[in-house]
């Protein structure tokens, strides 16, 4: 007989919450409190531990260096389709806004996509439509974005006939070594990548085509909404437990019961040691002996 964990949701939090507070009518603290609770609770807990591990498929563009979180990064064409004389495509979807490109075409196929506005605040990629002011059909893009949730860069793959890792450094380093020239004169295949603020990451070399790419991230959960009692929570059952105790920490602190929001926010830290292994943020090469 196979045993599954339990899958917690927003209702399950809301529970062991108003437990740990013996408040279980909810008389003193409302769902719309408690749940602002357990989301900051969860957003902490991944901060802390980068549990929330997500590959991210993507794609570098032609000539750009750094690349920020929520914009697109990039996008390819699947299909050129046929018969296309005057190409052009719309984004939608992916909970940001403001990506635009142009497209050309050859002998009515589109040979290229070149964007003028990457955007902001993209969740998840947005949806390509490509029009034509004749008959043109058939074309399809692929686009990719970082996600505007992103907390943390681990490692980039980059696939050029196999998939091989970019070297990590430091930014200061990385513009030592890779920035000595503008970008538009320093583009070949990229070798190395570095976090710039708390926002994008820069590529090195400049990439001299587009390129598929793997980015290994941490990125934030997306808060419950206030009344969700049913919504799965995408970080790992393994993980879950410390979230209720720093829930309670917040709702104490902010009520000014000090002492006991020290002891919750003890014991958060407690289970984090029991129950989340530290994650190895960054190597510089996985290549070096």
């Known amino acids: 007989m196979t045993f599954l964990a339990p899958v917690s949701t927003p209702g399950t939090y809301e529970f062991q919450v108003a437990d740990l507070l013996h408040d279980p009518q909810l008389n003193r603290w409302t769902e719309a409190q408690l749940d602002?609770?357990?989301?900051?609770?969860?957003?902490?807990?991944?901060?802390?531990?980068?549990?929330?591990?997500?590959?991210?498929?993507?794609?570098?563009?032609?000539?750009?260096?750094?690349?920020?979180?929520?914009?697109?990064s990039g996008a390819a064409i699947i299909s050129?389709?046929?018969?296309?004389?005057?190409?052009?495509?719309?984004?939608?979807?992916?909970?940001?806004?403001?990506?635009?490109?142009?497209?050309?075409?050859?002998?009515?196929?589109?040979?290229?996509?070149?964007?003028?506005?990457?955007g902001s605040g993209y969740s998840s990629a947005p949806i390509a439509t490509v029009s034509d002011t004749g008959a043109g059909t058939g074309g399809v893009i692929?686009?990719?974005?970082?996600?505007?949730?992103?907390?943390d860069f681990l490692g980039i793959h980059v696939?050029?006939?196999?998939?091989?890792?970019?070297?990590?450094?430091?930014?200061?380093?990385?513009?030592?070594?890779?920035r000595y020239y503008a970008a538009n004169f320093n583009q070949r295949q990229p070798e190395a990548w570095a976090v710039y603020?708390?926002?994008?990451?820069?590529?090195?070399?400049?990439?001299?085509?587009?390129?598929?790419?793997?980015?290994?991230t941490v990125v934030l959960p997306t808060p419950f909404a206030v009344g969700d009692s049913t919504t799965p929570d995408p970080?790992?059952?393994?993980?879950?437990?410390?979230?209720?105790?720093?829930?309670?920490?917040?709702?104490?602190?902010?009520?000014?019961?000090?002492?006991?929001?020290?002891?919750?926010?003890?014991?958060?830290r407690k289970r984090l040691l029991e129950v989340c292994a530290a994650?190895?943020?960054?190597?510089?090469?996985v290549y070096a002996a």
């Open 36 to 72: 602002g609770y357990i989301n900051e609770a969860r957003r902490q807990l991944v901060m802390d531990t980068g549990c929330l591990r997500t590959l991210q498929q993507s794609y570098t563009t032609l000539g750009v260096e750094q690349y920020q979180f929520g914009s697109v």
């Open 279 to 285: 994650y190895t943020r960054r190597i510089g090469s």
């Open 235 to 268: 970080i790992p059952i393994r993980n879950q437990d410390p979230i209720k105790f720093y829930a309670a920490h917040l709702a104490k602190f902010n009520a000014q019961n000090y002492g006991e929001a020290q002891a919750f926010e003890d014991k958060y």
């Open 159 to 178: 696939y050029y006939n196999q998939r091989y890792a970019l070297d990590w450094y430091p930014f200061s380093l990385f513009s030592a070594k890779y």
């Open 142 to 151: 692929q686009v990719g974005v970082i996600s505007v949730n992103t907390y």
């Open 197 to 216: 603020g708390e926002q994008s990451i820069f590529i090195g070399q400049t990439p001299d085509q587009t390129y598929p790419t793997e980015w290994d």
């Open 80 to 118: 050129p389709g046929a018969n296309y004389s005057g190409p052009s495509v719309t984004f939608s979807g992916g909970g940001g806004t403001g990506a635009a490109a142009t497209l050309t075409q050859s002998g009515g196929a589109l040979n290229a996509i070149s964007f003028t506005n990457y």
